[in-house]
């Protein structure tokens, strides 16, 4: 049961019998079949047994070979963003300024024009549309287009007068905006009525369920969307009578609190129970924005080494407090510099509270993309959870793309999820979405497909990092969450497959991966060029999605 309330609790109870198939269980690695009795696992089996168990009071669904696994859990997401990004222009496969301009000029409606996704790496000419262009686009219109990694935009001379920009830190009048003046402009078109508000939440959660995703890390700040579009996020979980079940969302805010007094006072204000106050509390900025803190310059900007938006002292300051109170607290952190301040500021946290109440919060550093051999033995030191998100390095980490644009050879250490294993770093991944999509298994299959091939690992290892230690990362109440064994809460997505097996980091399949006598769990291959289809989501025993070829 989870720790809100779930919508299954206000449900009469349901047993259903899931049979034909393969279940992904440690329990039974050959298992065919599972029972759900209520939001309970009760069951894993042959389909010998289930033909013994299976009775009219029960509902039957015959999986014709289809996979039962664990749902997922994203460990960083935005959800009201990515509601937004859903519902308005999609910029990803946009490829030059023109093209950007016609796709706004061809907005229609008279509200604001918003989307997101550019990436003018990927454009021969990488020049960006001026502001004064994007107002003849869109005739006047407000503009406001976010970059891939959403720590920039592209906005309008309209609603830079409108939203008072001029002054703010970060602001350009060719329009390209970083830092304060970008915040600024997000916020002033996300000044929305709360139904609205409501609905992008529920846009981004059915997107989730869709994709067998039964919790979501919501990352709310204070710069992203304000404590009301937190307390939104955080009321999914209430339930009720009629309620309609979504994933769970994991909250969390980021915002800087200098003592233990400050840190309290913040939660108690916020109205609404958070997991810790970590998440995008920013060190530091992007890469593609070149805001990522470097300890040297941009190979593609002279001069250029991003942005600190914390101090040491602010940051230790911050942690000390949150390991007082015995909560999570964390940063967004990227760029190497921008890690060397956090690690600092461990040391410092550590020496005034001790080493023990710092591991013990279970404190998380969000992306942490650039960790060098040192750096990785202090967070592995600290038991600090790195939140990595597999997607970025599918996105920009092949040669010649935006990782290796701006920092060159630095590039290929980048995203260290093998160096984090076997360093004994605690890790869990997500999309960031919108920042990449919600698509869980190309995120696994980033993992194998490491652009770097010593930092590749297996499929198993990558599954569990997307979904047991999920919950994990969250501290979450319920230690047997994120697999499917009896006793375990009933969370799951079924999943039309064309293989299973065993993949290693490499793509080999091991020799002893097929044996019998190595009872290993099998996995969707990854390598057939379609991703696996998902068929139903299950969190708690409530269905939250269902397509219909499932009772087909």
Same mark, same amino acid.
């Given at each position: 049961?989870?720790?809100?309330?779930?919508?299954?609790?206000?449900?009469?109870?349901?047993? %259903?019998?899931?049979?034909?198939?393969?279940?992904y269980?440690?329990?039974?690695?050959?298992?065919?079949?599972?029972?759900?009795?209520?939001?309970?696992?009760?069951? @894993?089996?042959?389909?010998?047994?289930?033909?013994?168990?299976?009775?009219?009071?029960?509902?039957?669904?015959?999986?014709?070979?289809?996979?039962?696994a664990?749902?997922f859990?994203?460990?960083?997401?935005?959800?009201?963003?990515?509601?937004?990004?859903?519902?308005?222009?999609?910029?990803?496969?946009?490829?030059?300024? &023109?093209?950007?301009?016609?796709a706004?000029?061809?907005?229609?409606?008279?509200?604001?024009?918003l989307?997101?996704?550019?990436?003018?790496?990927t454009?021969?000419?990488?020049?960006?549309?001026?502001?004064?262009?994007?107002?003849?686009?869109?005739?006047?219109?407000?503009?406001?287009?976010?970059?891939?990694?959403?720590?920039?935009?592209?906005?309008?001379?309209?609603?830079?007068?409108?939203?008072?920009?001029?002054?703010?830190?970060?602001?350009?009048?060719?329009?390209?905006?970083?830092?304060?003046?970008?915040?600024?402009?997000?916020?002033?078109?996300?000044?929305?009525?709360?139904?609205?508000?409501?609905?992008?939440?529920?846009?981004?959660?059915?997107?989730?369920?869709?994709?067998?995703?039964?919790?979501?890390?919501?990352?709310?700040?204070?710069?992203?969307?304000? @404590?009301?579009?937190?307390?939104?996020?955080a009321?999914?979980?209430?339930?009720?009578?009629?309620?309609?079940?979504?994933?769970? %969302?994991?909250?969390?805010?980021?915002?800087?609190?200098?003592?233990?007094?400050?840190?309290?006072?913040?939660?108690?204000?916020?109205?609404?129970?958070?997991?810790?106050?970590?998440?995008?509390?920013?060190?530091?900025?992007?890469?593609?924005?070149?805001?990522?803190?470097?300890?040297?310059?941009?190979?593609?900007?002279?001069?250029?080494?991003?942005?600190?938006?914390?101090?040491?002292?602010e940051?230790?300051?911050?942690?000390?407090?949150?390991?007082?109170?015995?909560?999570?607290?964390?940063?967004?952190?990227?760029?190497?510099?921008g890690?060397?301040?956090?690690?600092?500021?461990?040391d410092?946290?550590?020496?005034?509270?001790?080493?023990? /109440?710092?591991?013990?919060?279970?404190?998380?550093?969000?992306? @942490?993309?650039?960790?060098?051999?040192?750096?990785?033995?202090?967070?592995?030191?600290?038991?600090?959870?790195?939140?990595?998100q597999?997607?970025?390095?599918?996105?920009?980490?092949?040669?010649?793309?935006?990782?290796?644009?701006?920092?060159?050879?630095?590039s290929?250490?980048?995203?260290?999820?093998?160096?984090?294993?076997?360093?004994?770093?605690?890790?869990?991944?997500?999309?960031?979405?919108? %920042?990449?999509?919600?698509?869980?298994?190309?995120?696994?299959?980033?993992?194998?497909?490491?652009?770097?091939?010593?930092?590749?690992?297996?499929?198993r290892?990558?599954?569990?990092?997307?979904? &047991?230690?999920?919950?994990?990362?969250?501290?979450?109440?319920?230690?047997?969450?994120?697999?499917?064994?009896?006793?375990?809460?009933?969370?799951?997505?079924?999943?039309? @497959?064309?293989?299973?097996?065993?993949?290693?980091?490499?793509? /080999?399949?091991?020799?002893?991966?097929?044996?019998?006598?190595?009872?290993?769990?099998?996995?969707?291959?990854?390598?057939?060029?379609?991703?696996?289809?998902?068929?139903?989501?299950?969190?708690?025993?409530?269905?939250?999605?269902?397509?219909?070829?499932?009772?087909?």
């Amino acid at each position: 049961m989870t720790e809100a309330t779930s919508a299954a609790s206000a449900n009469k109870r349901n047993v %259903v019998l899931y049979r034909n198939g393969s279940v992904y269980t440690a329990a039974d690695p050959f298992a065919t079949a599972m029972l759900v009795d209520g939001d309970t696992v009760a069951w @894993v089996g042959s389909e010998q047994a289930a033909s013994s168990i299976a009775d009219s009071t029960m509902e039957v669904i015959d999986l014709h070979g289809s996979l039962v696994a664990p749902g997922f859990v994203d460990s960083h997401i935005h959800l009201t963003e990515t509601g937004i990004a859903l519902d308005s222009l999609q910029l990803g496969q946009v490829r030059s300024a &023109r093209q950007l301009l016609d796709a706004v000029h061809s907005t229609p409606g008279n509200g604001p024009v918003l989307g997101h996704g550019w990436d003018e790496s990927t454009w021969a000419d990488p020049t960006l549309p001026t502001a004064d262009e994007l107002d003849r686009a869109a005739a006047g219109r407000h503009v406001y287009l976010s970059r891939a990694d959403v720590h920039s935009a592209l906005v309008s001379r309209s609603l830079t007068a409108a939203a008072g920009l001029m002054d703010l830190d970060g602001f350009s009048p060719a329009g390209h905006l970083k830092r304060a003046a970008h915040s600024a402009a997000r916020r002033a078109t996300r000044d929305l009525p709360e139904e609205a508000l409501r609905r992008y939440q529920r846009r981004a959660l059915a997107e989730a369920a869709a994709n067998g995703y039964v919790a979501a890390a919501e990352m709310g700040a204070p710069h992203i969307g304000g @404590v009301a579009d937190l307390r939104l996020a955080a009321a999914w979980n209430t339930g009720g009578p009629g309620a309609e079940p979504v994933p769970e %969302v994991l909250p969390y805010w980021g915002e800087l609190a200098l003592n233990q007094e400050l840190a309290q006072s913040i939660l108690d204000g916020l109205g609404v129970p958070v997991r810790g106050l970590a998440g995008d509390l920013n060190i530091d900025g992007s890469i593609g924005s070149r805001t990522a803190a470097l300890r040297a310059d941009y190979s593609d900007a002279a001069g250029e080494r991003g942005s600190h938006y914390l101090s040491v002292d602010e940051a230790a300051a911050h942690l000390a407090a949150c390991s007082m109170l015995g909560i999570q607290g964390g940063f967004h952190v990227i760029g190497d510099a921008g890690l060397d301040t956090a690690l600092a500021a461990l040391d410092l946290a550590a020496a005034e509270v001790g080493e023990q /109440r710092i591991r013990s919060a279970g404190h998380r550093f969000e992306h @942490v993309e650039i960790a060098d051999s040192k750096a990785v033995e202090r967070l592995a030191h600290y038991s600090v959870t790195v939140s990595s998100q597999p997607g970025f390095d599918a996105a920009w980490g092949a040669a010649g793309s935006l990782y290796e644009q701006r920092l060159g050879n630095r590039s290929t250490g980048m995203n260290a999820f093998a160096s984090f294993y076997s360093a004994g770093v605690p890790i869990t991944f997500g999309s960031d979405s919108p %920042v990449t999509p919600l698509r869980p298994w190309a995120s696994v299959r980033a993992c194998l497909e490491h652009h770097n091939n010593d930092q590749r690992i297996s499929a198993r290892a990558a599954f569990l990092g997307h979904t &047991r230690a999920g919950w994990r990362a969250a501290k979450y109440h319920n230690p047997m969450a994120g697999q499917l064994v009896p006793g375990a809460p009933a969370s799951f997505a079924v999943w039309d @497959v064309e293989e299973l097996m065993v993949q290693v980091a490499d793509g /080999r399949v091991q020799s002893w991966s097929t044996d019998p006598r190595a009872r290993t769990p099998l996995l969707p291959a990854l390598d057939t060029g379609t991703d696996p289809v998902c068929l139903q989501t299950v969190r708690d025993g409530a269905e939250l999605y269902s397509s219909p070829a499932l009772r087909a």
